[in-house]
């Protein structure tokens, strides 16, 4: 079975900064792989996913991730954060192929942002 | 484009009464989900549905049950309500073919048993 974790609870970074959040999976073949962001009191949006070819994947709102497999990581990047970038950071892998029921979310990161 | 509706946004329930979770798509979508979200977890899947007449559980369904009576619609139904289904509870929809990932959220429904 799949499993993901997000090891950073809460990471602060000025505004304009540059962002990494860290995401590590456990899967035995290639994962499906998304970032989503949720704003308070909203449900959630899907940033990005990662289903096959090239590693380095582009989403909205200017955040990308890169897919490595010897790490098993799926880090969320972004040069440069705005104030509207606060939020709680999920992410999420799924087992190729399959239903919505193979698909297991991270506890989340949340991002603040100093000004 | 109203998206994915949930109602209500807040409830209140009292050990052992029962209530519906409305949810509700406008995008014409065949898959639809329900999760919950337990304070600082990720979300868990109680139920999913990948069409009209069809629907199958998740990771957590003990205490849930749903039906999906029409393409737009997807209720979840707490008949016996316990503590510890305290929780958000956020349905969910995505269209049709290879990505089967939930695309399309509501904005949750929070729930506290008391």
């Known amino acids: 079975a799949q499993s993901v974790t997000q090891p950073d609870i809460h990471i602060t970074v000025s505004e304009g900064a540059s962002l990494e959040l860290r995401c590590n999976y456990s899967?035995?073949?290639?994962?499906?792989l998304f970032w989503y962001v949720q704003s308070p009191g909203q449900g959630l949006q899907l940033l990005l996913k990662?289903?096959?070819?090239?590693?380095l994947v582009q989403g909205i709102k200017g955040f990308e991730a890169e897919f490595k497999r010897s790490q098993s990581s799926f880090n969320l990047r972004k040069p440069s954060v705005h104030w509207s970038d606060a939020a709680e950071y999920f992410c999420a892998v799924g087992a190729g192929g399959s239903s919505a029921s193979k698909i297991i979310f991270g506890s989340g990161t949340r991002l603040s942002i100093r000004p | 484009n109203a998206g994915v509706t949930q109602t209500p946004k807040f409830r209140i329930l009292k050990i052992g009464q029962s209530m519906t979770l409305q949810c509700t798509q406008d995008m014409n979508h065949n898959y639809m989900y329900w999760y919950r979200q337990d304070p600082g977890m990720g979300l868990k899947l109680i139920y999913y549905s990948v069409g009209a007449g069809i629907t199958d559980k998740g990771e957590v369904p003990n205490g849930y049950n749903v039906s999906r009576s029409t393409t737009e619609d997807f209720p979840l139904r707490l008949e016996l309500a316990a503590p510890s289904q305290t929780s958000v509870y956020f349905c969910a929809s995505s269209g049709t073919g290879a990505l089967r990932q939930p695309q399309h959220f509501g904005d949750g429904t929070r729930l506290s048993i008391l």
């Open positions: 990662y289903f096959s070819g090239d590693t």
């Open positions: 899967y035995g073949a290639t994962p499906y």
